[in-house]
């Protein structure tokens, strides 16, 4: 059972640590302040990164992080799927081997899930670290932390590292080089050689997407009122979705589904204004200290951050925030009431 720890900290003393924050990507932006906490705790620890393969991009060049382990989340999934229990049983037994070698003296379980508690625990690291969870996953640490709230961006990260004794906490992303110069070619193909603007429109949960009239509306406005290109960002799911934003506007590009992860995170770092949904690369915008305005309404904004350029917009209902609950049949009343007029009275400081 674990030792329950509120307010007490502690400073880290391990030589060699496993630190679990698997996905997503908006996720691993606000976690990604910890490898430099950590080792401001005890500068020769050795930093190990276990990401979802998927997001592995996203972590690989951090300059303190020392070794990634990705999580084939998807090829364990996809054996499950096919009643392959025992390859199953193998790829497990292979990735604790996996884990095993790398005798990892401490875990740091910044997700704070059953399965990344599961992942920490087949590592057979005799401490694991984490936070009180409603799945239970503190069972498998042997220090469980009391969460507390806070409307500051990171806030329980930023936690974490104060356990650890740093309350200096720094949001930091980095991407290959081959990937800077791939967006950077890409953004040269549609001749935008420096100040542009960046929207990042979509989401997994369409709670917390902006209404498409409200994007239409929004870039109708800042193309004539500003003379900067507009570069849309997203996965390859939002190419379809991407390119309907485009039509009607010259000077509007989207490279949603054309970029990869990394480089669209290079894309957010030399944007001249980031203007996005609650999702990664809108936190990527905030993280590289690129003017941001990000859009809130089913999620629990954070309205602090160490970006004095980033504006949060939020507008709270008597339901707000659902989270992964709406009761608004569809018609997200939060996002609805955010106009293009709000938006656009905060860009035009930066246009």
């Given amino acids: 059972m674990a030792q329950f720890i509120s307010v007490m900290s502690s400073r880290l003393t391990s030589k060699n640590v496993l630190l679990i924050r698997l996905s997503a990507i908006g996720d691993i932006v606000m976690a990604s302040g910890l490898p430099q906490s950590i080792k401001a705790s005890n500068p020769e620890v050795k930093v190990t990164w276990l990401v979802e393969a998927t997001y592995g991009s996203l972590v690989q060049h951090h300059p303190y992080v020392d070794n990634v382990i990705l999580w084939p989340r998807h090829e364990w999934q996809s054996l499950l799927k096919q009643?392959?229990?025992?390859?199953?049983?193998?790829?497990?037994?292979?990735?604790?081997?996996?884990?095993?070698?790398?005798?990892?003296?401490?875990?740091?379980?910044?997700?704070?899930?059953?399965?990344?508690?599961?992942?920490?625990?087949?590592s057979g690291a005799e401490k694991r670290i984490g936070f009180y969870s409603k799945e239970k996953s503190h069972w498998l640490y042997t220090q469980a932390l009391a969460k507390r709230t806070?409307?500051?961006?990171?806030?329980?990260?930023?936690?974490?590292?104060?356990?650890?004794?740093?309350a200096h906490y720094i949001l930091m992303m980095e991407q290959s080089s081959r990937d800077k110069l791939t967006a950077t070619h890409t953004l040269s193909e549609h001749s935008i050689a420096d100040?542009?603007?960046?929207?990042?429109?979509?989401?997994?949960?369409?709670?917390?997407?902006?209404?498409?009239?409200?994007?239409?509306?929004?870039?109708?406005?800042?193309?004539?009122?500003?003379?900067?290109?507009?570069?849309?960002?997203?996965?390859?799911?939002?190419?379809?979705?991407?390119?309907?934003?485009?039509?009607?506007?010259?000077?509007?590009?989207?490279?949603?589904?054309?970029?990869?992860?990394?480089?669209?995170?290079?894309?957010?770092?030399?944007?001249?204004?980031?203007?996005?949904?609650?999702?990664?690369?809108?936190?990527?915008?905030?993280?590289?200290?690129?003017?941001?305005?990000?859009?809130?309404?089913?999620?629990?904004?954070?309205?602090?951050?160490?970006?004095?350029?980033?504006?949060?917009?939020?507008?709270?209902?008597?339901?707000?925030?659902?989270?992964?609950?709406?009761?608004?049949n569809g018609t997200f009343d939060c996002m609805a009431s955010i106009s293009p007029e709000d938006v656009f009275r905060v860009a035009k400081e930066y246009l």
């Avoid at 390859?87 to 037994?93: D, E, G, P, R, V």
């Avoid at 409307?151 to 936690?159: F, L, T």
């Fill in 195 to 328: 100040k542009f603007i960046a929207l990042a429109p979509f989401t997994t949960r369409p709670q917390k997407h902006w209404l498409n009239d409200h994007w239409f509306t929004l870039i109708n406005t800042l193309r004539k009122q500003s003379s900067l290109p507009i570069v849309i960002l997203g996965g390859p799911n939002d190419e379809a979705a991407g390119n309907e934003l485009t039509q009607k506007h010259n000077l509007v590009y989207s490279m949603a589904g054309k970029l990869t992860l990394s480089q669209s995170a290079f894309v957010v770092s030399q944007s001249q204004l980031v203007i996005g949904v609650d999702t990664g690369l809108t936190h990527m915008g905030i993280a590289q200290q690129r003017p941001t305005i990000a859009l809130f309404g089913s999620t629990c904004p954070y309205t602090i951050t160490d970006n004095p350029t980033s504006h949060v917009i939020y507008k709270p209902l008597s339901c707000s925030p659902c989270k992964r609950r709406p009761t608004c």
């Fill in 150 to 166: 806070s409307n500051q961006i990171s806030s329980e990260y930023r936690q974490l590292a104060e356990y650890f004794g740093n």
């Fill in 83 to 122: 009643h392959r229990y025992f390859s199953l049983l193998k790829a497990i037994l292979a990735f604790k081997a996996q884990l095993r070698y790398e005798n990892f003296d401490c875990v740091i379980d910044a997700q704070g899930l059953l399965k990344s508690a599961v992942l920490g625990w087949l």
